[in-house]
């Protein structure tokens, strides 16, 4: 019989912790528990800003960069070719990024819990091996992704220059893909603690290096310049490498009573089994929605005039200008997952719940008005990016037609990482991949393929999926059975 919400506790496979936990507990005000460290003694509103407030500057951050290697490619000689390339490129990247994030979410989850019933060793640990899984993993995709750098480019029609540069940016980021995983990880496993703050500083550092880099070896002069797609990716390649050294550092150091220990590196076949029976299922939802998301480029490479590569280009324009929209709602995301955490390893789920209904309230209704200016002014954004004709005619549409679903985008994007806060991954995977193959691919390529609407088409498959999934998971946590899940 599945225990009650209040019977629940984090697993703890070390007695030394729990009398740790019990002894701390005791020594708090009698009546209700509160968080430790700058969340106490803070309203839920406070507390969410105080944790939003920098991943919010953070993701702010990483869409400038990200936006910068587009405009940096929308306007190199052969612009649809370097355009085109890094979206291919940027999809795998963010497989990647999804695959530390696995590890990360795993990490995080216990993190939070133990961060909020005190068990500070119970943390460190799940730190340890959330790293050590991590640059195992990277290892695996890094050498993955190098070998078959040809054939992704291949297959997803890119040739000529387009396709070499896709393989030559694919292969230069491969190369340091598991520092990119210590990076991700590292930065997860704080947020979990509370410590939003680290990583915001860590991503600075990382994101000022990776944009002065790549302008220098594409604009740079004499032979410093010149580099092209390959400079933008070595400017990643340096940045993550840059990143993994700063987020290790601080973690040996210690923050938010989470500190890395050598021996914490060691094998831990308990802990890593618990970091991966959250993670997995994540690993498996985020996997499930790239994958479909790589065959909805795949439809978009079949709806291309036959010769041009424009429509890619103008897809991933597209994808990364809306990124405009979720920076909030990302940022929220990550407010929600660590109190969703915390709270529930106090055993107090009614905050909790309050928690999550504020994040929801902010991050889906800053989207939802963020999608206005798509609407209103989707010329001017797309100028920004490129002044090449044929991608500033071809992506603003796509701009139009996916504002007014942003409020469907920003329920997901809050409620998803609230409920993986608490552990429920495995509801969240299978919610995910439904939405993803039953819902998702069959729109896109109806309206793209049998009812001959193109890349728009794709886009109207894309945005009625994102009201169907915000719908799924407001239904998941309205239902309310996140707060009994163990980690």
């Given at each position: ?383 920004l990016a490129t002044n090449d004709p044929e991608l500033l005619e071809t992506a603003p549409p796509l701009l139009r037609i996916c ?85």
């Amino acid at each position: 019989m599945a225990k009650a919400p209040a019977d629940i506790e984090l697993e703890s496979p070390d007695s030394e912790i729990r009398s740790d936990r019990e002894r701390e507990l005791s020594a708090t005000p009698s009546g209700r528990k509160e968080l430790a460290g700058k969340l106490a003694g803070k309203s839920l509103l406070m507390q969410v800003v105080t944790l939003a407030i920098w991943p919010f500057f953070e993701q702010l951050l990483n869409f400038t960069v990200g936006f910068v290697d587009i405009a940096i490619a929308g306007r190199l000689k052969e612009a649809v070719a370097a355009t085109s390339a890094i979206a291919v490129a940027g999809y795998i990247g963010w497989l990647m990024n999804l695959m530390h994030m696995a590890m990360g979410v795993g990490g995080t989850a216990i993190i939070a819990r133990a961060t909020g019933a005190r068990h500070r060793r119970l943390a460190n640990t799940a730190l340890g091996q959330s790293l050590l899984l991590g640059f195992t993993w990277g290892l695996c995709i890094g050498t993955t992704i190098f070998i078959l750098s040809p054939y992704i480019a291949t297959w997803m029609g890119l040739h000529g220059p387009a396709h070499d540069m896709c393989v030559t940016y694919l292969r230069i980021t491969s190369a340091t893909v598991p520092l990119g995983a210590i990076l991700f990880v590292g930065n997860a496993c704080l947020r979990g603690a509370g410590d939003t703050f680290t990583p915001f500083v860590c991503m600075v550092i990382v994101n000022v290096v990776n944009t002065i880099v790549s302008i220098l070896l594409v604009k740079g002069p004499g032979v410093i310049g010149g580099h092209g797609v390959k400079g933008i990716a070595i400017g990643t390649a340096v940045a993550w490498i840059l990143g993994s050294i700063i987020t290790l550092t601080r973690v040996m150091r210690g923050s938010h009573g989470l500190k890395l220990r050598l021996f914490r590196l060691w094998p831990n076949w308990t802990m890593m089994r618990r970091v991966m029976r959250i993670g997995l299922p994540f690993l498996l939802e985020s996997s499930g929605q790239w994958g479909g998301n790589f065959v909805v480029l795949k439809f978009v490479s079949l709806t291309a005039v036959a010769g041009s590569t424009a429509v890619l280009g103008a897809h991933m324009i597209a994808i990364r200008l809306e990124a405009i929209s979720y920076l909030p709602g990302a940022a929220i995301g990550t407010a929600a997952a660590t109190l969703t955490g915390q709270y529930l390893g106090l055993g107090d789920h009614d905050r909790a719940r309050r928690a999550i209904m504020i994040c929801w309230r902010l991050g889906a209704g800053i989207m939802a008005a963020t999608g206005l200016m798509f609407i209103l002014f989707p010329e001017a954004i797309v100028s920004l990016a490129t002044n090449d004709p044929e991608l500033l005619e071809t992506a603003p549409p796509l701009l139009r037609i996916c504002g007014p679903v942003q409020f469907f985008f920003g329920t997901y994007m809050v409620l998803a990482q609230a409920l993986r806060g608490a552990g429920a991954t495995r509801s969240t995977a299978i919610a995910g991949n439904i939405s993803t193959y039953l819902v998702r691919l069959p729109l896109a390529y109806l309206f793209a393929i049998p009812l001959g609407l193109g890349l728009q088409g794709i886009w109207f498959g894309l945005c009625l999926e994102l009201v169907f999934r915000g719908s799924l998971f407001a239904g998941l946590f309205l239902k309310g059975n996140w707060a009994r899940s163990k980690v």
